[in-house]
């Protein structure tokens, strides 16, 4: 990791090294999700280093090399001061330890258990990590208090098991981590939640039903203009000018169909989801997906071979996810095939299960590829395609959802055979 001065003393001041994974977690965590998704991100972030809270915008861009990250609008402030607690804090039970933490999980004060043999040194503690007394059973470091509540844990220099207990503290905005060796509270009201900062699973809740309609409309807008504008409907432009509106029209529609898997993800993760069950003709559902993507094939000369006209193929699923799942299988076998290739889309008839085959002439993929494929967020190396890395996962939920599976056949230089089963009824 090559950084500028105030990066590298916020790195080190936060425990990293100098040849180490970046110790800023706000943003290694921004750097992960944009190598993830293959693209350029921007965002402010608040972190904290050993005697500042430091806000600042931040650009995150991938490249060959892994990311470059831009920091601007850097601007600190001095940290709220921990609050001292006498008496009434300290654990109940002297065979307790309390642990009272600031609102980034950082130590304020650390009362240790009877008979603990580690370190116990306040001034060295304040405001350091939770991992600087805290393990898992299996010795790794915690610094999430988020992460243990009522979870066995030890600390440092101690062999005993603890059971971690998180709750707001009353008289601060920070929480208190008491340790025991008692069972944990059964009654879920009596340990409040940790509060996190950002709290991702909340946001991805609302995603389908409110922040995705938002943000369609825009993005939605913007391709329209753009293509307006690259399609010369106005009057004459510059044919560089046209190329520009065209570039822009492109990302909107990857920028759409990256809100639309988001919105698919939030839908087949929820609890309870499942899928409509009525009578569907495979034959006709592949015969409409060739239709949708026919001109996408036909600008690399891609042939698609699919079922004839009369034929038919009854299953048991819902129409939609059906015909969702054969374009992302159809449209994943166009983006990989050769041009000027073929691809077949091939039905077959069993007693208890229907199914279509989607064979390409690609590259194909070796067996720990094919044990990845369904993962979320796995796109295999493949960084050039705009993909987001959820359509598979999403189709393979989609069709266990439909009492079905998904499956894939292929070999290195063999192209890929992907197959939607489906029960007949």
């Known amino acids: 990791m090559h950084a500028d001065e105030p990066l590298l003393r916020l790195h080190h001041d936060l425990g990293g ?27 402010p972030v608040t972190t904290a280093a050993a005697d500042a809270l430091i806000d600042m915008w931040c650009e995150c861009s991938p490249d060959a090399n892994g990311v470059t990250l831009i920091l601007t609008l850097w601007h600190e402030q001095p940290l709220p001061q921990p609050i001292e607690i006498t008496g009434p804090g300290l654990p109940a039970n002297p065979l307790d330890a309390e ?45 999430d208090p988020a992460q243990i509540d009522d979870v066995k844990v ?19 905005p920070g929480h208190i981590l008491t340790l025991s060796q008692a069972p944990p509270p059964t009654d879920p009201a009596a340990v409040p939640l940790f509060p996190p900062l950002f709290d991702g699973e909340r946001l991805g809740h609302l995603f389908g039903s409110q922040i995705g309609p938002a943000l369609r409309l825009p993005i939605g807008r913007i391709i329209a203009n753009a293509e307006t504008i690259g399609g010369r409907l106005e009057g004459p432009l510059r044919a560089d000018y046209a190329g520009y509106a065209s570039d822009i029209a492109s990302a909107g529609r990857h920028l759409l169909a990256l809100v639309d898997d988001l919105a698919d993800l939030e839908a087949v993760e929820a609890t309870g989801f499942s899928a409509a069950r009525e009578p569907v003709d495979l034959a006709d559902l592949s015969r409409r997906a060739a239709g949708l993507l026919a001109l996408k094939a036909a600008d690399r000369q891609i042939r698609i071979d699919k079922p004839a006209e009369d034929e038919t193929l009854p299953a048991i699923g819902e129409f939609r996810r059906v015909l969702q799942v054969l374009l992302n299988l159809l449209g994943n076998a166009i983006n990989y095939a050769p041009d000027g ?28 590829d094919q044990q990845r494929l369904f993962n979320k967020w796995e796109r295999l ?44 009824g």
């Open 341 to 368: 290739s073929m691809i077949w889309l091939r039905l077959d008839d069993g007693a208890d299960w229907a199914s279509v085959t989607v064979a390409d002439q690609g590259p194909g993929l070796s067996d720990e």
């Open 381 to 424: 190396g493949r960084s050039g395609d705009g993909g987001s890395g959820l359509g598979l996962y999403i189709s393979r939920r989609l069709a266990l959802a439909m009492d079905g599976d998904l499956a894939i056949e292929s070999a290195p230089g063999q192209g890929a055979r992907f197959t939607l089963i489906l029960p007949k």
């Open 154 to 172: 030890r600390l440092i220099g101690d062999e005993r098991d603890w059971t971690a207990t998180l709750r707001n503290d009353a008289t601060s």
């Open 17 to 43: 090294t100098d040849n180490g994974e970046l110790a800023v977690p706000p943003l290694l965590e921004l750097v992960r999700h944009s190598l993830r998704l293959g693209m350029r991100l921007s965002r």
């Open 99 to 143: 642990i009272r933490l600031d609102p980034l999980g950082r130590i304020l004060r650390f009362d240790p258990p009877k008979g603990y043999p580690g370190p116990d040194d306040s001034d060295r503690l304040l405001l350091a990590p939770l991992s600087a007394v805290l393990r898992r059973l299996t010795g790794e470091p915690i610094d």
